[in-house]
């Protein structure tokens, strides 16, 4: 049973190697075809919903960037960075997660840099390390903001990119179980949600599971205000709907910012 006062970091990580284990769809490794193809320019990644990022968000000439990949693994964007000639680092919570990037790279000789920790706090990078960091749908996995988007601007070089991907706070209004499993739309949570905050620890294994991960739906000024707030300016949105439940026809269920650390 899990203790409503346990260290989310430490739950979710047990919670995404579990997840490896068991298939998760985030936790799939690429193919050496698709990483063949990205050798060739020919490539995407995904950084909302099932939606291929836009690659004029993304440097046109990737050889020699330094990319982080921030709570970005599972053997996906990370390898096909690499393999269209980006210096990648990626940087996640679950052993098992990079254990798939390490898997990717062995397999089809790529160059990767595997970093285990909490997404808040990136002290092992120095300042203007990178050109970009890649950082899709995670930040639902932490309870505050604020320092993901200040470690992100301080380990962006000047003139350097975030792509973010992040939940619409709404669709966190509605019951799982209806929406999941009837497909009805029902609304039940008070915003901002949080698993911790909205059930008893009884309540939320009888719903989810004991060992689901730690979900938190955060704010849109936590999220797009928070960006500003660290420094940067964003210059692209993007929204996207859910990739499998009954909320795709009625909202967006994730968006995306491209922001720019001023030069």
Known sequence: MLDMGADPVAHNRAAWDRYVQEGNEWSRPVSAEEVERARTGDWSIVLIGREPVDRAWLPADLTGKDVLCLASGGG???PILAAAGARVTVFVNSPRQLGQDRTVAARDGLE???VLGDMRELSA????????VFHPVSNVFVPDLAAVWRECFRTLRPGGTL???FCNPDAYLFDHEALVERGELIVVHKLPYS????????ERAAKFGADAPLEYSHTLTDQIGGQLAAGFVL?????????????APYMSSYFATLAVKPT
Do not use: K, R
Request: proline content about 3%; hydrophobic content about 35%; cysteine-free.
């Open 76 to 78: 996906q964007q990370g």
């Open 235 to 247: 210059t692209g949105f993007a929204e996207a709907p859910h990739q499998s439940n009954a909320s």
């Open 125 to 132: 990078f120095g300042d203007a390390t990178f050109d970009v």
């Open 195 to 202: 698993d911790v905050t909205q059930y008893s620890a009884e």
């Open 163 to 165: 792509l973010a991907g």
């Open 112 to 114: 990767l840099h595997t």
